[in-house]
């Protein structure tokens, strides 16, 4: 369970997303709004990567900022456009997020092997295309036992043979009855291809459920 208490984020005194309380249960939602009405800013916030007034609480206990390493080692987050230090290749990459969130042993190897990414991860991500970074983010963000993923935009630049894996994954967390999955997205989920996914509505004041 997530709660915002008192949330308010403001860029140069303008206030793009007020929430005074609000509790996300376990499940799949999508995250909708028009476009700078906070989707992004609420995930990067969730995220514990851009900084907010207010509260925000993991299961009653795990405060963002209070416990920030024990709050972000259980949040995982994957951007719209991910950038990574092109230096790196995308194995130190997943070795570094595994030691982060304390993964399994070769959790990334069924990734890897479903979006077809083995030929080139050891490859520089300076050689990615933008496609290839967002499988690889799309990995990192669901290494560890995440008991909330944050997903922006996941299904821009992927491919069409690439989206029924990513769905895949996501509907294998159903299993995992405590996993917060959020996404935020401009293209409409094939039904079908994923479990119950309910609405979240948000309009920089308002933030609400929908049906």
């Known amino acids: ?15 793009v997303l007020q929430i005074d309380n609000f509790t996300i249960i376990p499940g799949m939602y999508w995250v909708r709004g028009s476009n700078g009405s906070g989707k992004s800013t609420l995930l990067k916030a969730l995220a514990g990567m851009t900084a907010f007034e207010g509260d925000i609480i ?75 970074l967002k499988k690889l ?17 996941p299904l821009t630049t992927l491919d069409a043979e690439s989206l029924p894996v990513l769905y895949s994954w996501i509907t294998g967390l159903r299993q995992q009855q405590e996993t917060i999955v959020l996404m935020s997205s401009h293209q409409t989920f094939e039904e079908g291809l994923l479990p119950t996914v309910q609405d979240i509505f948000v309009d920089h004041t308002t933030i609400r459920y929908t049906t």
Do not use: W
Request: glycine share 4%.
């Open 1 to 15: 369970m997530l709660q915002l208490k008192n949330f308010r984020k403001a860029y140069m005194g303008h206030v």
């Open 58 to 132: 993991l299961n009653e206990r795990v405060n963002s900022k209070k416990q920030a390493v024990a709050y972000r080692s259980v949040v995982n987050f994957a951007e719209a456009e991910p950038i990574f230090p092109d230096f790196l290749t995308g194995t130190e990459l997943i070795a570094l997020f595994k030691a982060a969130k304390n993964a399994p042993a070769h959790q990334e190897d069924f990734y890897l092997e479903s979006m077809k990414m083995t030929a080139y991860v050891n490859e520089p991500v300076s050689t990615y295309s933008s496609g290839m």
């Open 137 to 153: 983010s799309l990995v990192l963000a669901f290494l560890g036992r995440p008991t909330c993923i944050l997903l922006d935009e």
